[in-house]
């Protein structure tokens, strides 16, 4: 089991830009494709992002692409999520994950959320 904690929530205004970062710790973490997930209030969790174990392979919602980035440092056992261009409807808890499968459906392990607010 990978255990998770993000970091780097918060308020921006419309337009304006975060980065989101995960920790991971345990077994063979860094073995273990990443990603993240975000929850509006009254929505579904939804797929946001995912990086393969090498970082060469990467895959996005349609609605986040080319505004956000995954990326990853092994050798600091961590990941990020880098949101540019936000608009109101980006606001939600943003979840990391991790699992031994790039698919990720479902991941094995989750962070307990960090909030993004964006104003308009």
């Known amino acids: 089991q990978v255990q998770l904690v993000e970091s780097g929530g918060g308020l921006v205004p419309t337009g304006g830009s975060l980065r989101l970062s995960c920790t991971a710790s345990?077994?063979?973490?860094?073995?273990?494709?990443k990603g993240w997930f975000r929850q509006a209030p009254g929505k579904e969790r939804e797929f946001v992002a995912a990086?393969?174990?090498?970082?060469?392979?990467?895959m996005y919602a349609d609605s986040v692409k080319g505004r956000f980035t995954i990326s990853r440092e092994n050798n600091k056992n961590i990941h990020y999520l880098q949101l540019n261009n936000l608009n109101p409807s980006d606001e939600a808890v943003y979840y990391c994950?991790?699992?031994?499968?790039?698919?990720?459906?479902?991941?094995?392990?989750w962070g307990r959320g960090t909030q993004v607010t964006v104003s308009s």
């Open positions: 990086i393969s174990t090498s970082g060469l392979n990467t």
């Open positions: 345990g077994r063979a973490s860094n073995s273990y494709a």
């Open positions: 994950a991790a699992d031994p499968t790039y698919s990720m459906s479902p991941p094995s392990s």
